[in-house]
């Protein structure tokens, strides 16, 4: 059962196994020193001593996997951590015995303190390296050199590699260990007789979140980034130059995430970076061209796994994101973008079948939220998805159900380079505990041809990148392993008798469901779609925004954001803030009270668009609080409407006429509304105050009226006394005032308005706004 356990991965990374060391040796000192003080030996009891310690670093290890031919050279450094000065000391070699398998490997690779007949006796004939005196915290190098044909190794295996310092503490005669630091060495100087064991390498190419939502107005509209890191990190000697100068050299498979690509070619252009409040040129073109060229030689005929844009994280999306409606809808745009932003960038065409939940860990809503948007292949880990059954580590891939696979990387290789790796020592063990590994996984069952996968942390360190690349190298002779990429693994033949079955939701780390997205951020992420969905529909050129602000929703749901609430919420508060403010643009100005003389007048509302592209499909609608006192349009409706076009950087007047019913104050409301009735900014209250008609205005009326009424009667007495000089004296016909043929004139008819009811019409695109 301890073999079956090591064969689920669970061997711990180096930063581990110095946790593991620090807490037993807290929780268990008192109880381990009386057992030393009853039954150890008083070599052992010396080293349990923490007034005599010797620190022994072992900063580099040639070759790593020697063969019989090969001179074994290992160089470090011992530094007396104790009081009291150190005589006669020297420096020795141990090889124990062959380990019995991955637990033997764990459990040596946690044994800290020096235990007699458990470590190896010193190689009597082997190198050593003397020191007369070492003082209390000071340090010295050493190398040692021996063939390989004297360790006494014996049949393939993984065998304890132990470097110790023995000597003479001030006070005391005796010669004793001071401390010891061990490591492992791999020996299979042929190539295995029966089969090797496939390895899949997952090398990821991901980063944080650098872009912003904002953009430049300018027609390439220029990109702004939140600082300047990312060109550090695609730098000479950067963490991102680090993985794809070192990668093209290594037979890996590329996980990448078509966000950090996007980003990097946003650089080779203009680009501007946030200093404060102020926006400055960015400098990192060339850097950027330079590192997209080099990745995509690189990838040239190699395996291209593409994750969803910007790296979502699954579980927050399962545990939290489904609960907001529209969230899961994130997950298939960035699973669309993905393909087509790595082949445009890179000339290669990438598999987009893979999910990676963060660790590996899985539960039923990861996976159905992971395969929601296409995937068929989840990567989990062997710490999560258990094969405790089984005395040997199995073939990654097995059915789930569903049409859906999971393939299950390994924990413990997975693992095996987190933590500082800055120091050479931190490197070397890890570097030589993965080499054990792979090669206790291959003896576990030669006969069995299994395919082993790798999937290392999501944004490797370059000490941590330069470690993986070490030990990959010293892979080259596929003496016991060969490469296979993530495809091949994904169609290899599953081990009959693994697990297939996906843990509950409470099997589910508590330490990691810690670092979730809350349901808050999705919900943010709806808000701000819903804004962007508004404000889209009235624009001429609709994907100026809607791209930029649909990458920075994909954004906002990024891994990356894991350990990062407050920076998370602050990107998030920051895109919602630029969209509002771009959608503000486009406003009602507001009016003063307008003061209508007269019964029929027209009002004017003015549309400002302060952005640099038209809007349309808007509506203005203006409605009295009092709809009998002040009604609109020619029909006397209550609400008045007009369709609203404005050209970028103009504004637009809207009139409406106006008909009053009453003297006094009519507050009145404006709003733009989307064709569909949807408000669209804030509303906009004035007051139209209509005048009073005073008596002066009523006697002025009056006199017209009055004038035209003798007008009239003078024009009919003149007519009738014409007529009458014009008959001839004495005729009797008809022709009496009662029987006269003329036309009465009737009286005049009502004035006309001098002016007319002005059009509602709206004008065309207005004039140039002032700034």
Known sequence: MAEAAVSQGMSPSPARRWLRRTAALLVGAPLFAGLLSATAS??????????????????????????????????????????????????????????SGRSAIDETANRKAYVPGIDAAELGDGPTVKFARLDAGISQDFTLSVPVSKLGLGEDGVYPLGVSVSGQASGRQSERVLGIER?????????????????????????STHLTAQTGSDAQQTPVFADDSLARDIGPGGRLNQMVSLGKQLPVTWV?????????????????????????????????????????????????????????????????????????????????????????????????DYAWPVEGAVDPSIVDVATSAGAHNVIAR?????????????????????????????????????G??????????????????????????????????????????VSQAQSMATALHALDPQRWTQPLDLSGAATAKPDPGVTTRVPGAGAYPDALRRQELPVDAFQDMKDTQGTLDRFKVILAAPDRVVTPFGNAINREMSTSWRGDPGGAQTYRSGVQLYLDGLANQVHLIQKSTATMSGRSATIAVTVQNKLVQGVGHLVLRIQPKSPTRLQLGEDGAA????????????????????????????????????????????????????????PTVMLVIAGGVLLLVLAGIRMYTHRKRSMARDEPEGDDGPGTPNGSADADPGQPSDPTPDTGP??????GPGEKVDH
Do not use: C
């Open 42 to 99: 008083p070599a052992a009891q010396a080293a349990a001593d923490p007034g005599q310690g010797v620190h022994v670093s072992l900063d580099s290890m040639a070759p790593q996997a020697p063969v019989k031919s090969d001179t074994l050279t290992i160089s470090g450094t011992v530094t007396n951590t104790g009081k009291q000065a150190v005589t006669g000391a020297h420096v020795g070699l141990r090889v124990g015995s062959k380990l």
């Open 183 to 207: 490591t492992f060495l791999p020996w299979q100087p042929d190539a295995t007789e029966g089969k090797k064991t496939q390895l899949t390498f997952m090398w990821p190419l991901i980063s």
């Open 256 to 352: 990448i995430d078509p966000d950090l690509l996007a980003t990097v070619d946003a650089m080779t252009r203009n680009y501007k970076i946030k200093v404060g409040d102020n926006l400055v040129n960015g400098t990192g073109q060339d850097v950027a061209k330079a590192w997209l060229s080099a990745l995509e030689a690189a990838v040239q005929g190699e395996k291209v796994v593409s994750l969803p844009f910007a790296d979502p994280d699954l579980a927050s999306l399962a545990h939290h994101g489904r609960d907001v409606p529209g969230s899961l809808g994130h997950l298939q745009s960035a699973t669309e973008v993905a393909q087509k932003t790595i082949d445009t960038i890179l000339h290669v065409t990438p598999s987009v």
């Open 382 to 418: 062997s710490d999560s998805l258990r094969d405790g059954s089984l005395p040997y580590a199995p073939t990654a891939v097995r059915p789930i159900g569903g049409g859906a696979s999971a393939i299950v990387a390994d924990a413990g290789l997975s693992t095996a380079f987190q």
């Open 420 to 461: 500082d790796l800055s120091m050479a020592d931190a490197s070397t063990l890890s570097v030589q505990d993965f080499l054990a590994q792979t090669l206790a996984i291959t003896l576990q069952d030669s006969d069995k041809q299994r395919s082993i996968v790798v999937a290392p942390q999501r944004t490797p360190s």
């Open 639 to 694: 609400i008045g409407e007009q369709p609203v076009k404005v050209d970028g950087d103009r504004s637009q007047s809207v009139k409406f006429t106006a008909i009053a019913n009453a003297n006094g104050p009519v507050p009145v409301t404006a709003r733009l509304y989307t064709e569909d009735g949807t408000p669209y900014g804030d509303p906009m209250e004035f007051t139209v105050q209509v005048s009073e008609i005073t």
């Open 758 to 763: 002005e059009s509602g019409a709206s004008p």
